[in-house]
């Protein structure tokens, strides 16, 4: 189903490739390299979120590079940040059990659908379990995506949804498990021990089995992405990251500074609502887009 994703990422990327354009356009409009405006480049940088550390270690690549200036030189970031990007290509594949956590609205419940939905389509037996037993709506979110599936919703403590869930699943012989949560803020002490506790029933009821930790990402929200990885890591093993509306940011570099961080893979890029609208991340792909100059070539 994936394969037939046609979203241009340059397109996705606008906004942040947008953002860098000045930088580029220094670089263009310089005659040699005694002409380059450097500090104008790591500004760009710096603003597209990439980050302190890995602003630096570009700007090097791009300083060693010894050809022509100009379109080379594009060339010559693209690749170095292919090469840096490249070990954090992540495949998120049908696990036994697969949980969803984040931050309100980043994404959890609609990038489920979309996982459940592609699952489905290629003949595993998915049970999805409604763990955000606060927000009437998530049940109801899921419920349209569930319709080919069994499912497992309930009121009160999610950890005893989950339970039931878990169980339900092992009886119906479901060999995909997929559990929304509800979503919380980081500083929220209270709800981020409620998480401890129901991977606690996952580690319970299916401890021969490795439990898949989605940590969903909302792009816009920059560099708040890494105070949420930094304290969701504390209550559960997070396994990889899926970032969501990367066509509503220009902060599109957030991607390095994160895996530069925390060496986490990246199992994909959310870009829209639809089960289409969800692409793995290829290291190239990203890389090209994110460095597109002024003319968009």
């Not at 955000?132 to 998530?138: H, P």
């Not at 803020?185 to 009821?205: A, E, F, H, R, T």
């Not at 902060?251 to 890029?269: D, E, S, V």
């Amino acid at each position: 189903m994936w394969n037939r994703v046609k979203t241009n990422l340059k397109s996705v990327l606008s906004r942040t490739a947008g953002g860098v354009q000045q930088g580029w356009s220094s670089l263009f409009k310089a005659k040699s390299w005694q002409d380059v405006d450097w500090d104008t480049l790591e500004e760009t940088l710096l603003l597209a979120d990439v980050g302190t550390d890995a602003a630096e270690k570009l700007l090097d690549a791009v300083k060693a590079y010894k050809g022509d200036i100009g379109t080379g030189i594009r060339a010559h970031l693209i690749q170095h940040t292919t090469t840096v990007m490249k070990p954090f290509e992540g495949a998120l594949h049908p696990s036994p059990v697969v949980l969803f956590v984040g931050v309100n609205g980043s994404g959890k419940t609609t990038t489920l659908g979309k996982l459940a939905a592609l699952w489905g389509h290629q003949g595993h037996r998915v049970h999805i379990i409604a763990g955000d037993t606060f927000r009437a709506g998530a049940t109801e979110q899921l419920s349209l995506w569930a319709k080919d599936f069994s499912m497992t919703t309930g009121q009160g403590d999610p950890a005893s949804v989950v339970y039931k869930g878990l169980m339900a699943a092992q009886e119906n012989n479901d060999d995909v498990v997929l559990i929304d949560t509800a979503g919380r803020l980081p500083n929220q002490v209270g709800l981020m021990d409620q998480m401890k506790k129901l991977y606690g029933v996952i580690q319970k009821l299916r401890p021969e089995q490795s439990c898949q930790g989605v940590l969903t990402l909302d792009a816009t929200v920059g560099q708040h992405a890494l105070v949420q990885i930094e304290n969701f890591q504390k209550c559960v093993p997070v396994t990889g990251l899926i970032m969501n509306k990367m066509d509503g940011t220009a902060k599109g570099g957030i991607l390095i500074q994160a895996c530069h961080r925390y060496g986490l893979p990246i199992y994909g890029l959310g870009v829209g609502e639809s089960v289409s609208d969800f692409r793995p991340f290829v290291a190239s792909d990203y890389a090209d887009a994110l460095w597109s100059t002024p003319e968009g070539a």
